[in-house]
């Protein structure tokens, strides 16, 4: 049975600007802040700097996920 994804993102550029300062892409889904705090904001092999439609169709496809709820939102 086909799933559909209640909460997707796409992601352009990873890279924005908070109270800790800007966040850079470190590659392969992590960004770096400014004061040193790293993390993961999409999985491994999902992308290095940006998560698209493109790559957003092929993981959906990946795990039979036949349509998704497509949300906008700023990183804070």
Known sequence: MKKIDAH???V???ASYKGNGRSN?????????DSGFKTR???A????DAFRADA??????DHD???AVLLQGILQ
Do not use: I, Q, S, Y
């Not at 957003?56 to 496809?61: G, T």
């Open 8 to 10: 997707l993102h796409l």
């Open 12 to 14: 352009r550029d990873l």
């Open 25 to 33: 892409a470190l590659g392969n889904g992590l960004v770096v802040w």
């Open 41 to 43: 904001l999409f999985p």
């Open 45 to 48: 092999g999902w992308g290095d």
């Open 56 to 61: 957003a169709r092929k993981v959906m496809e």
């Open 65 to 67: 996920v036949a349509k």
